[in-house]
């Protein structure tokens, strides 16, 4: 019998257990164990079917007292942290098993795999190459408002996984093994003893740090790795190697930029976000070019660096000394436009580094001179890439073609994808600040804007976009609307900060031409050398199907056709659109849209990157990425995409390198392939029987959502959504803000954001925003005898095959029992019956999906996911009891109590550990 792969998993979680139940012991004493170890059974037999079982759990923990029953829930969340990072390393072991077995085909996805098996399905060599070294790849990294693990606790968890991977060396001495486990022993016992709730909110700029350090920690070392793997692979299928200059993956970020509905991003904030990510690069830069210096200790050069470095003895080592000194002017530039900034302080329990030498970007500059560095720093990539290049042409020129290959190499490909930047920096705004921003100005000269016709908006802006420029700084913005004064300032600093800094401009809630046109023309008015291009965001479903009227009148007029210079970038929200239309009707709405927007972009003759906005959770656009990128579009993959990796996916995809290599690899295998074998155009019967289902689900959705006059008051009856704003879990504020409201509509689902709304559902686990509607549009065509059957467009479709997969692992994640439990202790008794009828549907959802898959039992074709849940939720169910009875308590006048909120930040924490996802 062969040996199980997954034994080694178990054994960790196993172990992990049982040092955190020593920890217990140890720091808790016995009665806290004992305790954790009653109610683990119990749950463990509810959950085994056991009659009863369930009732006496929630009996139990509803008898103990509060004082007692948060340590317990502490340590089941514990424990899910625990088997979330042997989980993430369990990964990391598979991907290595795959890789040392000779006889073992490559794992899928890799670059091997895919390379050698479009080869074999006939593409040519140098068509496959010439998709590779062509390929663009954009990962946009967001901060995420439910972010909920401090970093000081990702960092012992990162530990942690360290000690895992040690302790699977075959080569252990016995004395190495004791003191692997010693390691984790004190890691667990350091994060027992640690606070799972922030002393403060977060600002933006800690946000800033905390991104930043995902590149110290693991891009830094992956990103190398991860372009050694496409070159050799690259080498195998075609002979061709990856240039130095080509790389398939690039980084953006939104943290610091994104200022929609965070009034906390100011102008200042985003001018100091580009100037941390300078300083991080350069400190990052300083060590490779030493130990590269060291390396490169050769008398012998080509003429042409000989003659650069004047004849020196050591020419290589002279040259790197002036990138050295550089870059360190480059660094004492960035401190120097730090140094007297306000926010750089933190409170070091909350830093987000993980350790205090000179390399961390989360050193504050106290004490930083003013004083602009009197070396030249580096502010072009190409000037820091041109020595190094040089130094490259060098070494194969004399032969040494092995050195050049190895430190340099690496370096050099890190300067292609990071530049001085690490990551570009996008800013983002709601469409309705610009019209207010531009009404404002246009008023100030005695004009009208907003009055006007959408067609009057656009010649309007069209004409002044054609004129002379006139002076931001003469508007007389001491008179007007802060909100207008802020927009204005932010265009102001984006034009002073330097291009290379910068990525795109995002418009959230484009509706019309004129929102992007409004934006070129503020752009148009602060000046600067270079202009971001800009980028509208269709989010809502009727947004969504009017994008390709709006790109085809854009198209239409010859000023903006020659601003583009014929390529365009579009961004789909996946959150605001499930949200405003349901999950399953959302899919298909993002469907049509990229279809109408490919075929508009063609018509034109416009190259196009689709920039896909999606979350973390199912019910804003996750899942797993190879499944999303091939169930999309005909043509909507061309070789180039953008896609947002967003709060704790970022830890979950890039927290360890394996795991980040093989993030970037699977983007890359997935986009070629997409580009070169796109998936065919779905048979006209399924697309009809899409519409009507996706118009089923949709009026389903919103007759609960939107029409039920009593939703919004069992919404924030039945889940923690309201105190979920209290705690310190990011910079943006849940709700956007309503200029207009008094009130009354800012306590709607119109206002809250797509995150929280799907966090406060996830919570009580219903998941109602990842599945309702579904339940409708599949029984009623089964009901009907749908035709074409939806078994077969199962079967053959990879888009309907992709949703339904990913609402069934939401539906096997989620538990009516417990959202039963909310709606007993905490809704009042005449909203109950709307709770009554939403689990009914739920049931409903679950047997539709079982149709069409024809699955026995949900996520049956994943017996991994299936096991992980089935292990997770005795440990997920305990928590969840214990939440209740703390939002009770909150609710009945114990929100002032400081324990109340950090024992409810415990829960949070363990209910989004055991469910893999917040919002």
């Known amino acids: 019998m062969a040996s199980d792969p997954h034994k080694p998993l178990r054994d960790d979680v196993h172990l992990l257990g049982e040092l955190l139940g020593e920890t217990l012991r140890i720091h808790e004493g016995d009665a806290l164990f004992n305790r954790v170890e009653r109610v683990r059974a119990i ?59 000779a006889d073992r085909h490559p794992q899928r996805g890799s670059c091997a795999e895919t390379f050698a098996r479009l080869i074999g399905a006939g593409v040519a060599p140098d068509t496959l190459a010439d998709a590779v070294v062509s390929s663009r790849v954009e990962l946009v990294l967001t901060a ?62 800690d946000e800033v740090r905390a991104g930043l350090i995902v590149f110290e920690e693991t891009l830094w070392d992956a990103v190398p790795a991860y372009l050694r793997d496409v070159d050799r692979a690259l080498r195998d299928a075609t002979g061709r190697s990856l240039p130095l200059d080509a790389t398939p993956i690039r980084f953006g970020s939104w943290i610091g ?131 190094l290049l040089l130094c490259h042409r060098s070494l194969e020129a004399t032969g040494n073609q092995q050195i050049a290959s190895g430190r340099l190499t690496d370096l050099l490909r890190r300067v292609t994808t990071f530049g001085l930047v690490l990551a570009r920096l996008d800013l983002r705004q709601d469409s309705a600040r610009h019209a207010e921003a531009v009404d404002w100005i246009f008023a100030s000269r005695g004009d009208e804007y907003s009055s006007r016709s959408e067609e009057g908006r656009q010649r309007m802006l069209l004409t002044a976009l054609a004129g002379a420029r006139g002076a931001i700084d003469d508007l007389p913005l001491a008179g007007a609307p802060e909100p207008v004064r802020d927009t204005v300032e932010t265009f102001r600093t984006a034009a002073a900060i330097d291009g290379e800094s910068l990525g795109a401009y995002v418009i959230t809630m484009a509706r019309q031409p004129s929102d992007v046109l409004a934006v070129e023309w503020l752009q148009h008015l602060a000046g600067g050398a270079v202009r971001q291009r800009l980028v509208p965001l269709f989010e809502t479903a009727d947004d969504l199907d009017a994008a390709g009227r709006v790109l085809r009148t854009l198209f239409a007029a010859p000023w903006y056709r020659n601003r583009i210079a014929n390529h365009q970038e579009v961004m789909i929200g996946y959150s605001d659109s499930a949200k405003d239309a349901g999950r399953f009707s959302a899919a298909w709405a993002l469907y049509r849209a990229q279809e109408d927007i490919v075929a508009t972009c063609r018509e034109h003759g416009v190259a196009l990157t689709l920039f896909h906005g999606r979350g973390g959770s199912v019910g804003r656009g996750g899942g797993p990425t190879y499944l999303a990128i091939q169930s999309q579009p005909p043509g909507s993959i061309d070789g180039t995409l953008r896609v947002t990796e967003q709060g704790e996916m970022i830890q979950a995809k890039f927290g360890l390198p394996d795991i980040a290599v093989r993030t970037m690899e699977v983007y890359t295998t997935a986009t070629v392939e997409a580009t070169l074998k796109p998936p065919l155009a779905p048979d006209p019967r399924w697309r009809s029987a899409m519409d009507r289902a996706a118009t089923e689900a949709r009026d389903a959705y919103r007759r609960i959502v939107r029409e039920h006059p009593r939703f919004v008051e069992y919404f924030r009856s039945a ?178 109590d400081e324990r109340l909120q950090r024992a409810f930040v415990v829960t949070v924490n363990g209910i989004a550990a055991g469910l893999r996802n917040t919002g």
């Open 43 to 101: 749950a463990k037999a509810a959950h085994a079917g056991e009659a009863g079982a369930f009732d006496l759990l929630a009996d139990v923990l509803g008898d103990m007292p509060i004082e007692a029953a948060v340590p317990v829930a502490r340590a089941f969340a514990h424990f899910l942290a625990l088997a979330n990072i042997a989980e993430q390393h369990h990964r990391t072991r598979r991907r290595r098993d795959h890789a040392r077995d």
């Open 719 to 896: 889940t923690p959504e309201p105190e979920l704003r209290a705690i310190n879990i990011g910079s943006r504020p849940a709700r956007r803000p309503s200029p207009s409201s008094t009130g009354g509509a800012q306590d709607g689902i119109e206002s809250l954001r797509a995150i929280p709304w799907q966090f406060a559902w996830t919570q009580t686990r219903l998941l109602l925003a990842s599945w309702l509607g579904v339940e409708a549009a599949l029984g009623e065509a089964a009901a009907r005898g749908s035709e074409p059957p939806l078994d077969a467009m199962y079967d053959g479709w990879p888009f309907f095959r992709s949703t339904i997969d990913l609402i069934e692992m939401v539906l096997a994640k989620a538990d009516s029992r417990i959202a039963a439990l909310y709606d007993r202790e905490l809704v009042p008794p005449d909203l109950r019956p709307l709770g009554e009828a939403l689990r009914a549907k739920l049931d409903a959802a679950t047997a539709a999906v079982l149709r069409v898959t024809r699955h026995r039992q949900l996520v049956e074709n994943n017996p991994v996911l299936r096991r992980s849940i089935d292990v997770r939720n005795p440990y997920v169910d305990p928590i969840n009891l214990v939440q209740i009875e703390l939002l009770r308590r909150l609710r009945s006048g114990g929100d002032r």
């Open 257 to 387: 930029g994104d200022r929609d509905g965070n009034p906390n991003v100011t102008p200042e904030v985003t001018r100091q976000a580009t100037w941390l990510a300078r300083w991080q690069a350069a400190a990052l830069y300083l060590p490779e070019v030493e130990a590269l210096r060291d390396e490169l200790s050769m008398s012998r050069a080509s003429p042409e660096l000989a003659d650069r470095a004047g004849g020196a003895r050591e020419p290589y080592r002279v040259l790197l000394r002036e990138v050295r000194d550089r870059l360190s002017a480059t660094r004492e530039l960035a401190e120097a436009q730090l140094g007297s900034a306000e926010g750089l302080r933190y409170e070091a329990s909350d830093s987000p580094t993980p350790n205090a030498d000179a390399s961390s970007v989360a050193q504050p500059f106290r004490g930083a001179s003013m004083a602009p560095p009197l070396r030249a720093a580096y502010l072009r990539v190409a000037d820091l890439a041109e020595p």
């Open 144 to 205: 995420h408002p439910t972010e909920v693990v401090r970093r000081t606790l990702i960092q012992k968890y990162n530990r942690i996984a360290s000690i895992l991977a040690f302790r699977d060396r075959v080569d252990l001495t016995p004395v190495e093994h004791d003191d692997a486990i010693d390691g984790l022993r004190r890691e667990i016992a350091a994060a027992w003893q640690s606070d799972e709730a922030r002393a403060r909110r977060i600002s933006p700029l």
